[in-house]
């Protein structure tokens, strides 16, 4: 099987960064997350394409096939997925054993298939969003070198693709495994986010020196729960002020009404923002119909309207329930594609 490649030179090369994609995408989905990921330009990045057409994009094996078309398609792009990362530290005088492997969902089954198979050498760690390990692979596996292998295990609590429980027990087994595991989990979907990535980039920083991160999964699911459903606390016209005009971060503030339904169907966007911008950005709500003074102040006529405000003033607002990224988009906040 040959693959389209391209290939991001760093300026500091050392090691390689092969990024494979998931299932509809390409190669420069990941290759748009690199200005977060690899700011300092540390790594030889190989982005495959994989050799199947899927709706807008690409695919390394047929999800809709039956389990006997899809087992051979799997171990079919693992073994030239394979080929390409020896292929690559030969002709860029890379250690193999130097490299950090990580794909996105259908792409992060494939890469850590790649890191556990048997006889070949394993990557120096494994970045996993939003993916999970096929379970035909449970007897294939060689774990005899668990422990010189971290895996950072990233997932969107409201994924509905892959269920956050399957992201859950892939973190639980490979610590069974002896694996070191550090688990993420963000309130999000299918997705990254740029939380996530700043969390990826700190893991490939700890890797690239040496370490190998493991932090308890069952602690960090325990904390994930405890932080899931976070209320976005009200403000008033009497705290208004103090809350959101004399705030030293910027405020997000979600105008809202009972009895509208497209405030219900933004509100846990709201939620998620509030949850993954904690420290940057304050999140709060109003409820028009008991605070009329505020709505009339800022001339809100039409809700939700989420408005965002800095330095005690309205500084941009966005109408409407709308996804997440449009919405921060809306809001002048950096958005990861």
Avoid at 132 to 148: K, R, T, Y
Wanted: charged share 25%.
């Amino acid at each position: 099987m040959e693959l389209v490649t391209n290939v991001v030179h760093g300026d500091g090369r050392d090691r390689i960064l092969l990024l494979v994609h998931g299932y509809g995408a390409n190669e420069q989905d990941l290759a748009g997350l690199l200005p977060y990921l690899d700011p300092d330009s540390r790594f030889l990045v190989v982005l495959p394409r994989g050799p199947l057409a899927a709706g807008p994009g690409f695919a390394w094996y047929d999800v809709t096939g039956n389990r006997e078309q899809i087992v051979p398609a799997f171990h079919e792009a693992l073994d030239a997925l394979d080929e390409l990362l020896d292929a690559s530290a030969a002709e860029h005088g890379l250690a193999r054993e130097d490299a950090i492997v990580g794909g996105f969902s259908q792409g992060a089954g494939l890469m850590l298939a790649l890191a556990f198979r048997s006889g070949v050498t394993r990557p120096k760690g494994v970045l996993t969003m939003s993916g999970l390990l096929p379970d035909f692979l449970e007897d294939e596996l060689d774990w005899g070198a668990a422990a010189e292998v971290p895996v950072l295990v990233q997932h969107g609590a409201q994924d509905p693709m892959i269920p956050v429980a399957r992201a859950r027990a892939l973190a639980e087994s490979l610590e069974e495994h002896g694996v070191p595991v550090t688990y993420r989990e963000y309130p999000m979907g299918h997705q990254v986010a740029l939380e996530s990535v700043e969390d990826a980039k700190a893991w490939l920083g700890r890797v690239v020196a040496g370490e190998r991160p493991h932090e308890d999964v069952g602690a960090a699911v325990e904390r994930a729960d405890e932080e899931e459903g976070g209320q976005v606390p009200a403000v008033t016209t009497a705290t208004f002020e103090a809350e959101v005009l004399r705030s030293d971060v910027p405020v997000v503030v979600d105008f809202w009404a009972p009895w509208c339904a497209p405030c219900r169907q933004v509100s846990p966007i709201v939620e998620q923002i509030a949850a993954m911008r904690e420290g940057s950005y304050k999140v709060v709500k109003v409820n028009i119909d008991e605070e009329p003074q505020l709505a009339q102040q800022f001339q809100v006529q039409s809700i939700p309207m989420i408005g965002l405000f800095r330095n005690g003033r309205l500084e941009r607002a966005s109408l409407g329930a709308k996804p997440r990224p449009q919405l921060e988009a809306d809001l002048g906040m950096l958005v990861i594609p």
